[in-house]
T-cell receptor, first 112, second 116 residues
Framework: GNSVTQMQGQVTLSEEEFLFINCTYS??????LFWYVQYPGEGPQLLLK?????NKGSSRGFEATYDKGTTSFHLQKASVQESDSAVYYC???????????FGDGTQLVVKP | GALVYQYPRRTICKSGTSMRMECQAV??????VAWYRQSPQKTFELIAL?????????EQNFTQEKFPISHPNLSFSSMTVLNAYLEDRGLYLC????????????FGPGTRLLVL
């Protein structure tokens, strides 16, 4: 079936530290992969997406590489800011049935 | 840009009553709309997927009798929670899919339902 795994429930960092959020997926074929970010009181916002294997997506300093070999789509940022504090969701998209599949989310807390 | 509005943002209803929530896409054509419920633990449950010119598909544990959905055009969808009880509490999100960017869902801010 289709699934997404994010192992880290919460990540706590200080400003300017390096961020790495682990994401692996399971599916058949070539899905589209997304990272969404959800701030308190808001709905999920698209952060970045990659439609082609072995390509990298980037936005606002965040990067993720679609690695079909390891079925991973880890999120990274070189230097986090307090304003990056939010919940980050790794998401798998299947065009064939219009459905997307969410990971459980990773709460990022950035301390000043 | 693609925007999705939801209203009300927050509502309180008495146990056993019903409430209707709306979702509006602005700046793009929403060929499909997915309704989700997000738990306090932040996980998402897909309630149903509505695609223009197709029947609405409800997920297991969700029914049309409980969560009737209307999707009359490419910019608007509504869902009603009938006979709401405590277990129906949560943040209801709509994710609208852009016809021109078919693999991406844009989300509204959600309608938070509290049941007394």
């Amino acid at each position: 079936g289709n699934s997404v795994t994010q192992m880290q429930g919460q990540v706590t960092l200080s400003e300017e530290e390096f961020l790495f959020i682990n994401c692996t997926y399971s599916t058949t074929g070539y899905p589209t992969l997304f990272w969404y970010v959800q701030y308190p009181g808001e709905g999920p916002q698209l952060l970045l997406k990659v439609t082609t294997a072995n390509n990298k997506g980037s936005s606002r300093g965040f990067e993720a590489t679609y690695d079909k070999g390891t079925t991973s789509f880890h999120l990274q940022k070189a230097s986090v800011q307090e304003s990056d504090s939010a919940v980050y969701y790794c998401v798998l998209g299947r065009n064939s049935n219009n459905r997307i599949f969410f990971g459980d989310g990773t709460q990022l807390v950035v301390k000043p | 840009g693609a925007l999705v509005y939801q209203y009300p943002r927050r509502t309180i209803c008495k146990s056993g009553t019903s409430m209707r929530m709306e979702c509006q896409a602005v700046g793009f054509q929403a060929t499909s709309v997915a309704w989700y419920r997000q738990s306090p633990q932040k996980t998402f449950e897909l309630i149903a997927l509505s695609t223009v010119n197709s029947a609405i598909k409800y997920e297991q544990n969700f029914t049309q009798e409980k969560f009737p959905i209307s999707h009359p055009n490419l910019s608007f969808s509504s869902m009603t929670v009938l006979n709401a009880y405590l277990e129906d509490r949560g943040l209801y999100l709509c994710g609208a899919r852009d016809w021109g960017v078919q693999d991406t869902q844009y989300f509204g801010p959600g309608t938070r339902l509290l049941v007394l």
